[in-house]
Protein backbone atom coordinates (compact mmCIF):
# COMPACT_ATOMS: atom_id res chain seq x y z
CA UNK A 1 0.00 0.00 0.00
CA UNK A 2 1.47 3.41 -0.97
CA UNK A 3 1.95 5.85 1.40
CA UNK A 4 -0.37 8.91 2.34
CA UNK A 5 0.45 11.99 1.60
CA UNK A 6 1.16 13.94 4.16
CA UNK A 7 3.10 17.25 3.60
CA UNK A 8 5.37 19.11 5.61
CA UNK A 9 4.53 19.24 9.28
CA UNK A 10 2.49 22.98 10.33
CA UNK A 11 4.84 25.52 13.25
CA UNK A 12 2.19 27.18 15.15
CA UNK A 13 3.07 29.56 17.78
CA UNK A 14 1.08 30.17 20.75
CA UNK A 15 1.19 33.75 22.53
CA UNK A 16 1.65 37.38 22.60
CA UNK A 17 5.06 38.02 24.03
CA UNK A 18 7.42 39.99 21.68
CA UNK A 19 9.91 36.77 21.36
CA UNK A 20 6.81 35.01 20.64
CA UNK A 21 5.97 37.18 17.82
CA UNK A 22 9.57 37.31 16.22
CA UNK A 23 9.75 33.56 16.81
CA UNK A 24 6.19 33.79 14.59
CA UNK A 25 7.85 35.85 12.33
CA UNK A 26 10.79 33.86 11.60
CA UNK A 27 9.44 30.15 11.55
CA UNK A 28 5.95 29.50 12.03
CA UNK A 29 3.09 28.86 9.48
CA UNK A 30 0.53 29.99 12.25
CA UNK A 31 -0.33 31.91 15.56
CA UNK A 32 -2.82 31.02 17.88
CA UNK A 33 -3.59 34.45 20.19
CA UNK A 34 -6.07 35.67 21.62
CA UNK A 35 -7.23 39.72 22.02
CA UNK A 36 -9.97 41.48 23.78
CA UNK A 37 -10.50 43.74 21.39
CA UNK A 38 -10.96 44.55 17.54
CA UNK A 39 -8.25 47.42 18.02
CA UNK A 40 -5.47 45.29 19.93
CA UNK A 41 -6.59 42.59 17.28
CA UNK A 42 -5.50 44.54 14.52
CA UNK A 43 -2.31 45.88 16.36
CA UNK A 44 -1.21 42.61 16.75
CA UNK A 45 -1.85 41.45 13.44
CA UNK A 46 -0.02 44.63 12.13
CA UNK A 47 2.90 44.28 14.90
CA UNK A 48 3.12 40.34 13.59
CA UNK A 49 3.05 40.69 9.86
CA UNK A 50 5.17 44.05 9.29
CA UNK A 51 7.86 41.59 10.67
CA UNK A 52 7.81 39.37 7.98
CA UNK A 53 9.55 40.62 5.62
CA UNK A 54 12.55 40.81 7.17
CA UNK A 55 12.99 37.03 7.05
CA UNK A 56 12.20 37.03 3.61
CA UNK A 57 8.71 36.03 3.86
CA UNK A 58 4.99 37.06 2.33
CA UNK A 59 2.29 38.24 4.19
CA UNK A 60 0.32 35.23 3.45
CA UNK A 61 2.85 32.66 4.40
CA UNK A 62 1.93 33.36 8.42
CA UNK A 63 -1.77 32.62 9.31
CA UNK A 64 -3.03 34.15 12.63
CA UNK A 65 -5.93 32.39 14.54
CA UNK A 66 -7.89 34.31 16.79
CA UNK A 67 -9.37 32.11 19.55
CA UNK A 68 -12.90 33.42 20.53
CA UNK A 69 -15.64 31.85 22.77
CA UNK A 70 -19.17 32.23 20.73
CA UNK A 71 -22.99 32.19 22.11
CA UNK A 72 -24.90 31.63 19.61
CA UNK A 73 -28.69 32.51 20.69
CA UNK A 74 -31.85 32.85 19.49
CA UNK A 75 -32.52 36.29 21.03
CA UNK A 76 -30.82 38.12 23.90
CA UNK A 77 -32.62 36.46 26.42
CA UNK A 78 -31.39 32.97 25.30
CA UNK A 79 -27.89 34.32 25.08
CA UNK A 80 -27.74 35.48 28.66
CA UNK A 81 -28.97 32.08 29.87
CA UNK A 82 -26.16 30.33 27.83
CA UNK A 83 -23.82 32.21 29.28
CA UNK A 84 -25.45 31.70 33.16
CA UNK A 85 -25.27 28.46 32.56
CA UNK A 86 -21.58 27.77 31.68
CA UNK A 87 -21.13 30.70 34.74
CA UNK A 88 -22.89 28.73 37.10
CA UNK A 89 -20.75 25.61 36.56
CA UNK A 90 -17.20 27.30 37.96
CA UNK A 91 -16.90 27.52 42.10
CA UNK A 92 -15.01 29.94 43.22
CA UNK A 93 -12.32 27.51 44.26
CA UNK A 94 -11.96 26.50 40.71
CA UNK A 95 -11.64 30.19 39.43
CA UNK A 96 -9.26 30.70 41.99
CA UNK A 97 -6.78 27.95 40.59
CA UNK A 98 -8.06 28.73 37.17
CA UNK A 99 -6.77 32.39 37.82
CA UNK A 100 -3.08 31.08 39.30
CA UNK A 101 -1.89 29.15 36.68
CA UNK A 102 -1.47 31.90 34.26
CA UNK A 103 0.80 33.47 37.38
CA UNK A 104 2.97 30.68 37.74
CA UNK A 105 0.18 28.66 39.88
CA UNK A 106 -0.21 31.30 42.49
CA UNK A 107 -2.32 30.61 45.57
CA UNK A 108 -4.74 32.98 45.32
CA UNK A 109 -7.12 31.51 48.28
CA UNK A 110 -4.51 33.59 50.57
CA UNK A 111 -6.03 36.65 50.06
CA UNK A 112 -9.57 38.27 51.17
CA UNK A 113 -11.75 37.50 48.12
CA UNK A 114 -13.67 41.12 48.29
CA UNK A 115 -10.92 43.13 48.36
CA UNK A 116 -9.29 44.80 45.49
CA UNK A 117 -7.39 42.28 43.48
CA UNK A 118 -3.66 42.02 45.38
CA UNK A 119 -0.63 43.66 43.81
CA UNK A 120 1.05 40.26 43.44
CA UNK A 121 4.60 42.10 41.37
CA UNK A 122 6.04 40.50 38.76
CA UNK A 123 4.60 37.17 38.82
CA UNK A 124 3.04 35.97 35.15
CA UNK A 125 5.96 37.31 32.96
CA UNK A 126 7.76 33.74 32.21
CA UNK A 127 4.83 32.08 30.69
CA UNK A 128 1.27 33.67 30.11
CA UNK A 129 2.88 37.60 29.98
CA UNK A 130 0.29 39.15 27.57
CA UNK A 131 -2.52 37.32 29.09
CA UNK A 132 -1.65 38.32 33.08
CA UNK A 133 -0.71 41.88 31.93
CA UNK A 134 -4.23 42.04 30.58
CA UNK A 135 -5.77 40.95 33.78
CA UNK A 136 -3.80 42.68 36.01
CA UNK A 137 -4.62 45.73 33.80
CA UNK A 138 -7.83 45.37 33.72
CA UNK A 139 -8.17 44.73 37.79
CA UNK A 140 -6.73 47.91 38.12
CA UNK A 141 -8.43 49.94 35.29
CA UNK A 142 -11.69 48.58 36.92
CA UNK A 143 -11.79 48.51 40.43
CA UNK A 144 -12.11 44.91 40.55
CA UNK A 145 -11.82 42.26 43.12
CA UNK A 146 -10.29 39.28 43.61
CA UNK A 147 -13.52 37.44 43.48
CA UNK A 148 -14.52 38.97 39.97
CA UNK A 149 -11.32 38.67 38.56
CA UNK A 150 -11.13 35.01 39.28
CA UNK A 151 -14.67 34.50 37.85
CA UNK A 152 -14.11 36.65 34.71
CA UNK A 153 -11.12 34.83 33.75
CA UNK A 154 -12.74 31.18 34.55
CA UNK A 155 -15.86 32.15 32.58
CA UNK A 156 -15.40 35.03 30.48
CA UNK A 157 -18.21 36.43 28.29
CA UNK A 158 -17.61 36.01 24.63
CA UNK A 159 -16.97 38.50 22.75
CA UNK A 160 -19.04 37.07 19.91
CA UNK A 161 -22.53 36.50 21.03
CA UNK A 162 -25.71 37.08 19.99
CA UNK A 163 -28.15 35.58 17.15
CA UNK A 164 -26.38 33.69 14.22
CA UNK A 165 -26.36 37.07 12.22
CA UNK A 166 -24.85 38.93 14.82
CA UNK A 167 -21.79 36.35 15.66
CA UNK A 168 -21.41 36.18 11.51
CA UNK A 169 -21.12 39.98 11.83
CA UNK A 170 -18.40 40.06 14.32
CA UNK A 171 -16.69 37.44 13.01
CA UNK A 172 -16.74 39.03 9.24
CA UNK A 173 -15.70 42.58 10.80
CA UNK A 174 -12.34 40.93 12.42
CA UNK A 175 -11.37 39.44 9.10
CA UNK A 176 -11.68 41.93 6.84
CA UNK A 177 -10.32 44.86 8.70
CA UNK A 178 -7.57 42.80 8.83
CA UNK A 179 -7.78 41.97 12.70
CA UNK A 180 -7.20 38.08 12.23
CA UNK A 181 -7.17 35.28 9.28
CA UNK A 182 -9.31 32.62 10.60
CA UNK A 183 -10.83 31.97 14.02
CA UNK A 184 -10.55 28.81 15.99
CA UNK A 185 -13.71 28.60 17.96
CA UNK A 186 -14.53 27.64 22.03
CA UNK A 187 -17.98 27.02 22.96
CA UNK A 188 -18.97 26.73 26.85
CA UNK A 189 -21.90 24.40 26.92
CA UNK A 190 -22.39 21.09 24.81
CA UNK A 191 -24.22 22.75 22.05
CA UNK A 192 -22.60 25.75 21.62
CA UNK A 193 -20.49 24.49 18.64
CA UNK A 194 -23.28 22.86 16.70
CA UNK A 195 -25.27 25.90 17.16
CA UNK A 196 -21.97 27.52 15.40
CA UNK A 197 -21.67 25.01 12.48
CA UNK A 198 -25.29 24.50 11.49
CA UNK A 199 -26.77 28.35 12.26
CA UNK A 200 -23.61 30.50 11.63
CA UNK A 201 -21.53 28.72 9.10
CA UNK A 202 -24.23 28.54 6.61
CA UNK A 203 -24.28 32.63 6.87
CA UNK A 204 -20.48 33.09 6.30
CA UNK A 205 -20.86 30.31 3.08
CA UNK A 206 -23.50 32.34 1.81
CA UNK A 207 -21.20 35.69 1.99
CA UNK A 208 -18.22 33.73 0.71
CA UNK A 209 -16.33 33.60 3.67
CA UNK A 210 -15.93 30.20 4.64
CA UNK A 211 -15.46 27.67 2.23
CA UNK A 212 -17.73 24.81 0.84
CA UNK A 213 -15.31 22.28 0.07
CA UNK A 214 -11.75 21.55 1.11
CA UNK A 215 -9.36 22.27 -1.83
CA UNK A 216 -6.21 19.20 -0.78
CA UNK A 217 -6.13 16.36 1.80
CA UNK A 218 -3.63 17.95 4.69
CA UNK A 219 -4.21 20.67 6.64
CA UNK A 220 -1.90 22.48 5.22
CA UNK A 221 -3.66 22.76 2.21
CA UNK A 222 -7.03 23.26 3.61
CA UNK A 223 -5.05 26.48 5.49
CA UNK A 224 -3.70 27.43 1.81
CA UNK A 225 -0.41 27.66 2.91
CA UNK A 226 2.31 26.76 0.50
CA UNK A 227 4.50 23.30 0.93
CA UNK A 228 7.99 24.60 1.96
CA UNK A 229 11.05 23.93 -0.11
CA UNK A 230 12.57 20.57 1.04
CA UNK A 231 16.49 21.69 1.33
CA UNK A 232 17.21 17.71 0.95
CA UNK A 233 15.37 16.90 -2.35
CA UNK A 234 17.82 15.94 -4.62
CA UNK A 235 17.23 18.33 -7.51
Do not use: C
Not at 67 to 90: F, R
Amino acid sequence: MPARRRGAPLYFQAGASDDGKKLAASHADAIFTHQDSLEEAQAFYRDVKGQLAAHGRQEDSLHIFQGVSVIVGDSAEDVEQQYQTTAALVSIEDALNYLGRYFEHHDFAQYPLDAPFPDIGDLGQNSFRSTTDEIKRSARERGLTLRQVALEAASPRPRFSGTPQQVADGLQQWFEQRAADGFIIQGGTPDAFPRFVDQVVPLLQQRGLFREEYPGTTLRASLGLAEPVNQFQQQ
